[in-house]
Nanobody, 126 residues
Framework: QVQLVESGGGLVQAGGSLRLSCAAS????????MGWFRQAPGKEREFVAA????????IYADSVKGRFTISRDNAKNTVYLQMNSLKPEDTAVYYC???????????????????WGQGTQVTVSS
């Protein structure tokens, strides 16, 4: 059973920073694209960022481009999301996810990700 465990969430003031981590186990981590998604209360889960299995490619939602950075350390089976210049509208539960297939095309779609973590709460106060 694949396990993805997020950490690093918390309460921060607007303009502040947080770094989320997601540790994977029982997964061939170095061949899976990894993504971060978020879900605010009353809203659908949405794409935030993704990084390819090779680490060479990244994609971002327009709402976070220039503020968030996704990275991964394949030696540690861990993916990160550095979040800077946080805004109240970034408040959500953040989930990390692994692509269903290895060496896959990168995607913003939830359906392309077959393994999910339990989520970590990020709250940004104004």
């Amino acid at each position: 059973q694949v396990q993805l465990v997020e950490s690093g969430g918390g309460l921060v003031q607007a303009g502040g920073s947080l770094r989320l981590s997601c540790a994977a186990s029982r997964l061939a981590f170095n061949i899976h694209n990894m993504g971060w998604f978020r879900q605010a209360p009353g809203k659908e889960r949405e794409f935030v960022a993704a990084i390819s299995w090779s680490t060479r490619n990244t994609i971002y939602a327009d709402s976070v481009k220039g503020r968030f950075t996704i990275s991964r350390d394949n030696a540690k089976n861990t993916v990160y999301l550095q979040m800077n210049s946080l805004k109240p509208e970034d408040t959500a539960v953040y989930y990390c996810a692994a692509s269903r297939s290895g060496i896959a095309t990168m995607s913003r779609g939830l359906a392309e990700y077959g393994h999910w973590g339990q989520g970590t709460q990020v709250t940004v106060s104004s």
